[in-house]
């Protein structure tokens, strides 16, 4: 059976839990009610497993706080014995427009501090990343107050739809590869 180690990148606490930052726990969380999955604490985070055609996804929500993720992650490959390529880690994206997904092999942090602590406990930035447009929608000097803020109206309008993609997406990494669904769903 193949596993795979899905990431939701987030912060802990209720007051970051409808935030903008904390989109990788939003979609886990819906994955989750989906399918009926209980998450439960264990070390380094929330977890819970998810089985479909054949695969195990695990889905975790690190509680070490979004920029010290890479702890998190690098206990749970190991634990799980889980190949580097079966790894993916959903976090919110400044670049992209609000609500399109972006799936990369490789690449930089991009000033992401959670991707920059797991690259750095990784040692390299060969890993699966699904990017959720945030946008870029803030004044000079607002980014933080932005990224912790939380969705707009007309956003939590369209996040329903954006969340359910985002199940396709996971799914299909799982079990259509990598190539495949970069294919079918980037800029989607």
Do not use: C
């Not at 939003?26 to 089985?51: N, P």
């Not at 699904?130 to 996040?159: A, M, P």
């Amino acid at each position: 059976m193949k596993k795979f180690l899905i990431v939701g990148l987030g912060n802990i606490g209720s007051q970051y839990a409808n935030t903008r930052h904390n989109i990788g726990f939003k979609v886990l969380d819906a994955l989750a009610e989906k399918e009926d999955l209980v998450f439960e604490t264990q070390k380094l985070g929330d977890l819970t497993t998810y089985k479909f055609k054949g695969r195990t996804f695990i889905l975790l929500k690190p509680s070490t706080f979004m920029n010290l993720s890479g702890k998190s992650v690098l206990y749970w490959l190991t634990k799980e014995k889980i190949p580097l390529e079966n790894l993916l880690i959903i976090t919110d994206d400044l670049n992209l427009p609000f609500g399109s997904l972006r799936l990369k092999i490789k690449g930089s942090d991009g000033g992401h501090n959670g991707l920059k602590d797991i690259q750095d406990k990784l040692q390299t930035n060969k890993y699966n990343r699904f990017r959720f447009g945030i946008s870029d929608k803030f004044g000079k000097g607002r980014q933080v107050d932005y990224v912790l803020g939380e969705w707009s109206n007309e956003e939590s309008e369209k996040l329903t739809e954006r969340l359910e993609k985002s199940i396709e997406l996971i799914k299909s990494f799982g079990t259509a590869g990598i190539n495949n669904t970069m294919n079918t769903f980037n800029g989607k």
